[in-house]
């Protein structure tokens, strides 16, 4: 009897070479899975990006309805957008001795500047499950947008990364037309609109 649902014991891996190791790395696997329609396919053979994981912070003061979003080059995205400078979350890449909440904190003092009152942990997600196995982890953080400026980031990692603040709105509306098109932030941005009213009355309550 064929099974409502696969998991990891429906997949044999029969072989795994590095191909090239460098800050990031790439992997070919050699496998096979189990079908659908029963039984096993053929070999397959996959490369597979491995870049880690990663966590995704998306700072937002309650109290006036504001968005904290930073500005930084992002090389790749020159060969298809008309500028390379994307306004983004905050993000990071997940050590293997650090937990994802230790590296979002991290992260939003680095790349902003500024301290979480309190942070909350979302949901996690595949960022492009057909060829890399990195999941961001999603952290929202209340924050005081008004403390929010200036330039960020670490030297050594050749960051230069300009703080932008938005009314919720405008960073919404940014998302619908096409400004802001890379997939954390997009995410990110359209679960605040669906949540943004639950934030801030919460917000409303622990202060009384």
């Known amino acids: 009897m064929k099974p409502e649902k696969f998991s990891k014991t429906d997949i044999e891996i029969l072989a795994k070479r590095t191909l090239y190791s460098g800050f990031f790395s790439m992997e070919e696997y050699r496998f096979r899975h189990r079908l659908f329609a029963g039984g096993w396919s053929q070999e397959v053979r996959r490369e597979v990006f491995e870049r880690g994981h990663a966590v995704v912070v998306l700072p937002y003061d309650p109290l006036t309805d504001q968005v904290v979003l930073i500005e930084q080059l992002r090389f790749p995205a020159l060969m298809t957008s008309d500028s390379p400078w994307l306004l983004e979350l905050v993000a990071g890449m997940i050590d293997s001795n650090e937990t994802p909440e230790q590296v979002a904190r991290r992260e939003l003092q680095e790349e902003s500047g500024l301290q979480a009152r309190s942070?909350?942990?979302?949901?996690?997600?595949?960022?492009?499950?057909g060829g890399s196995t990195e999941r961001f982890y999603f952290y929202w953080a209340a924050v005081d947008a008004s403390q929010a400026s200036g330039i960020h980031g670490l030297a050594e990692e050749h960051e230069d990364i300009r703080v932008v603040v938005l009314p919720r709105q405008q960073a919404y509306a940014m998302t619908t037309d096409g400004r802001?098109?890379?997939?954390?932030?997009?995410?990110?941005?359209?679960?605040?609109?669906?949540?943004?009213?639950?934030?801030?009355?919460?917000?409303?309550?622990?202060?009384?």
């Open 119 to 129: 942070m909350q942990f979302i949901s996690s997600f595949l960022s492009s499950p």
């Open 180 to 208: 802001i098109d890379n997939a954390s932030t997009v995410l990110g941005l359209q679960w605040l609109q669906l949540n943004y009213q639950q934030l801030m009355n919460a917000d409303a309550e622990s202060k009384r």
